[in-house]
């Protein structure tokens, strides 16, 4: 059994992040296993996603709570800007 990475679920306005590799990502997944962009100039085609588990989410905006994060992600622990703790491994 290979040691899996771990991420944090960064969701934001418009966009959401992987925490390990900040790279865009999209909300239903479980893994980073797809780059979401549309939320800047498209990467370059050699961006991989780093194929993390996401293990919580989280957000960088002040005013979302942590009942707005579990309307998104039911099955994960959720954190308010600033709170998650450090799970990139
Ligand atoms: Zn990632």
Redesign the pocket.
């Known amino acids: 059994m290979t040691t899996e990475h771990t991420?944090v679920l960064l969701v934001d306005d418009y966009t959401s992040?992987?925490?390990?590799?900040?790279?865009g990502?999209f909300t239903q997944d479980t893994h980073?296993n797809r780059i979401a962009d549309g939320w800047s100039t498209p990467g370059p085609r050699s961006d991989r996603?780093?194929?993390?588990l996401f293990v919580a989410i989280s957000t960088r905006r002040l005013e979302y709570t942590e009942a707005d994060l579990r309307k998104i992600r039911p099955d994960l622990p959720a954190y308010t800007a600033g709170m998650a703790p450090d799970l990139t491994t």
């Open positions: 991420a992040t992987c925490s390990r590799c900040r790279r990502a980073h996603p780093c194929g993390a």
